[in-house]
């Protein structure tokens, strides 16, 4: 899971130029932070989202291009079909913002439990679905989808429920400083033991 917290290349797929839309409040979190690596967003129906160049699907950025994490915030129904498009591309983590899985009923399962098996026969990990997203100030990663300043500190927080999440945020950014987050959503496949041993091993780096 290193990889997941040291990026090379985002892939912002349904990123967008409306601010009405998800995709947009991600994508201008990303932008504003000051993020140290490169971004791609997707959009069959845009150029460009705030400047960038946009890309019609993962699979069409160049092959010499890192794509490292791709953060789907596209509808529930159309997120197997970008995760085919993701393991062709050779991405190793997927993060779905979206809802509408197993938190919504039968057919949210369905598609939760489809996905699970598209990330398994493509070597792929799933952060998600229906999560916040995360925050990594060692590389001014922030792609939540709220709008929001952080405070560079110490602590790591990792929260299943998004409005937990950005209430333990805001009281760490005030008062300690933050240095990564990640909201888990339903933990369909990454859960909190994956992440501590991840954190525990990064921390280790610095000693």
Same mark, same amino acid.
């Given at each position: 899971?290193?990889?997941?917290?040291?990026?090379?290349?985002?892939?912002?797929?349904?990123?967008?130029?409306?601010?009405?839309?998800?995709?947009?409040?991600?994508?201008?979190?990303?932008?504003?932070?000051?993020?140290?690596?490169?971004?791609?967003?997707?959009?069959?129906?845009?150029?460009? !989202?705030?400047?960038?160049?946009?890309? %019609?699907? @993962?699979?069409? $950025?160049?092959?010499?291009?890192? *794509?490292? +994490?791709?953060? #789907?915030?596209?509808?529930?129904?159309?997120?197997?079909?970008?995760?085919?498009?993701?393991?062709?591309?050779?991405?190793?983590?997927?993060?779905?913002?979206?809802?509408?899985?197993?938190?919504?009923?039968?057919?949210?399962?369905?598609?939760?439990?489809?996905?699970?098996?598209?990330?398994?026969?493509?070597?792929?990990?799933?952060?998600?679905?229906?999560?916040?997203?995360?925050?990594?100030?060692?590389?001014?990663?922030?792609?939540?989808? !709220?709008?929001?300043?952080?405070?560079? %500190?110490? @602590?790591?927080? $990792?929260?299943?429920?998004?409005? *937990?999440? +950005?209430?333990? #945020?805001?009281?760490?950014?005030?008062?300690?400083?933050?240095?990564?987050?990640?909201?888990?959503?339903?933990?369909?496949?990454?859960?909190?033991?994956?992440?501590?041993?991840?954190?525990?091993?990064?921390?280790?780096?610095?000693?």
């Amino acid at each position: 899971m290193l990889r997941f917290f040291e990026l090379r290349g985002v892939a912002i797929v349904g990123a967008s130029g409306s601010a009405a839309n998800l995709g947009y409040a991600v994508m201008k979190n990303m932008l504003d932070a000051g993020f140290s690596g490169k971004i791609y967003p997707v959009n069959p129906k845009e150029a460009e !989202v705030l400047g960038v160049r946009a890309y %019609g699907s @993962v699979s069409e $950025i160049p092959a010499h291009e890192p *794509v490292d +994490l791709a953060i #789907l915030l596209v509808p529930a129904y159309d997120t197997p079909k970008v995760m085919r498009d993701c393991a062709r591309r050779g991405v190793k983590y997927v993060m779905v913002e979206a809802a509408g899985f197993s938190e919504a009923g039968e057919e949210g399962r369905r598609l939760e439990q489809e996905i699970v098996e598209i990330a398994r026969e493509g070597g792929m990990r799933i952060v998600g679905p229906n999560c916040l997203g995360s925050i990594n100030t060692a590389n001014n990663l922030v792609s939540i989808f !709220v709008k929001y300043h952080v405070r560079r %500190g110490n @602590v790591a927080i $990792i929260a299943q429920s998004g409005g *937990v999440g +950005l209430l333990l #945020l805001d009281w760490v950014c005030e008062h300690l400083g933050v240095s990564k987050f990640v909201g888990l959503g339903n933990k369909c496949d990454v859960d909190e033991a994956d992440l501590l041993e991840t954190l525990l091993r990064t921390a280790r780096r610095k000693w």
